[in-house]
């Protein structure tokens, strides 16, 4: 295993973890590229396919619930079989998706397509995550999660620009002709650049009644479906934004598709730039008081700028400063929760990281299924279900730091005990 104890002042050079980072980070953003890229479209793919807001939200809720439910093959295939087949089929079966809504004639095949998507896209979620399990644990962990999320954040910033600018030059349909160029990428760096890091030794036979016991202990482990849940609903968060934003920017705001882009990336940086302090926060004041720090300051922004948008005082300005913060705090609820989900789990670490996903993914469609029936265009639905996924971070962060607290002083009497 790498050298846990790397020092900032090692410098780049010195660094082992970028290289993985920007590998991992590479095959990992082709996911959100598929989320982000045509979201400035969509209003133009609504009008276009005769369909509605609600039927355009659908097509990220299938995205993500497919995204969700594959995790659960690829992470166990992972552990069996090494962490590179899983890649490669994820990202064949991702093109197949990408080319259904290249030429989709309908929105009913475009959900197709999304839906199949999504089944690809989430081996390039689930597998590097383990990969980073395999590699390091603890704030080393965190660093190459935080690495990776840096990496990942080109996707946010760029692929909405990336979706407009194909538009200027043809129509919605070459955003996800782009994406089918983006997978045959992902294969040659798959191939050149990632080797494997599961040793055959180390595989996990697939046998149903280990994954149900696996399963079972995960479901039954309070403080990791605590963690889980906590780093999902802020996702949720982040979704509702996503299946929202382009027709709140464009139609309440009266931006372009092009002005929305960028409104889009200045609101995504603050959760980027500060997933970059997560691993060093962390190690200086460890994981669990950096996330209950987090959590509070991501709820009182969030149910703040919701309490301001009753009042009608909310518009694009603030709308964009308060998210910008508020994902700022995500930026470290993010990375935080997930390497301190798998810490106790490193021998199911596929599974885990699997589970956890799905249970995220379908966490966060939910919550875009049930805020839809309120949207209307303008940004007050969608500041109050984003204040809604802040409140329930803040009373799972409580519940993750009563547990941990247990914990310890359980284990100080088993030593009190044996000594």
């Known amino acids: 295993m790498p050298d846990q104890n790397l020092r900032p002042e090692d410098g780049l050079a010195n660094d082992p973890i970028w290289r993985p980072a920007l590998v991992l980070g590479l095959l990992s953003a082709l996911g959100p590229f598929a989320i982000d890229m045509y979201l400035p479209a969509m209003p133009v793919i609504a009008a276009d396919l005769g369909t509605s807001i609600q039927g355009m939200q659908g097509s990220i809720v299938a995205y993500f619930i497919a995204f969700g439910l594959a995790q659960l093959i690829y992470g166990p295939w992972a552990d069996r079989s090494g962490r590179k087949a899983p890649l490669y089929a994820g990202i064949g079966v991702f093109t197949v998706g990408s080319l259904i809504c290249t030429f989709a004639p309908t929105v009913e095949w475009l959900l197709v397509g999304r839906f199949v998507q999504g089944l690809g896209g989430a081996s390039l979620m689930v597998v590097p995550r383990a990969i980073i399990r395999d590699m390091y644990t603890g704030p080393a962990a965190t660093r190459l999660m935080a690495a990776v999320m840096m990496v990942i954040s080109v996707s946010p910033m760029l692929a909405p620009l990336a979706g407009s600018g194909v538009m200027a030059v043809w129509d919605w349909r070459g955003i996800f002709a782009l994406l089918v160029v983006a997978a045959v990428a992902s294969v040659t760096i798959l191939a050149r650049f990632q080797p494997e890091t599961l040793a055959v030794a180390d595989r996990q036979p697939l046998d149903v009644g280990v994954l149900r016991r696996g399963a079972g202990r995960l479901l039954r482990d309070p403080l990791f479906m605590g963690l ?150 303008t940004a007050t639905p969608m500041l109050g279900a984003i204040a809604v996924c802040g409140a329930l971070v803040l009373a799972l962060s409580r519940l993750v730091a009563r547990k941990q607290a247990l914990g310890r002083q359980g284990a100080r009497q088993t030593t009190s005990g044996a000594a």
């Open 228 to 377: 889980t849940f906590l780093g999902g609903f802020g996702l949720a968060s982040f979704f509702v934004f996503i299946a929202s934003a382009s027709f709140v920017y464009t139609g309440d705001f009266g931006l372009s598709p092009t002005g929305f882009s960028l409104a889009f990336a200045v609101n995504a940086i603050g959760f980027f730039a500060a997933s970059q302090a997560a691993g060093p926060l962390g190690q200086r004041y460890g994981a669990p008081k950096v996330m209950a720090l987090a959590s509070a300051g991501f709820a009182v922004l969030t149910i703040g700028l919701f309490a301001l948008a009753l009042t009608g005082a909310v518009g694009l300005v603030l709308c964009m400063v308060g998210l910008f913060a508020a994902n700022a705090c995500l930026g470290l609820i993010i990375p935080t929760t997930m390497v301190m989900a798998l810490d106790d789990h490193g021998d199911i670490a596929g599974l885990a990281s699997s589970l956890g996903g799905t249970l995220q993914m379908l966490a966060g469609g939910l919550m875009i299924v049930a805020a839809g029936p309120f949207f209307d265009g």
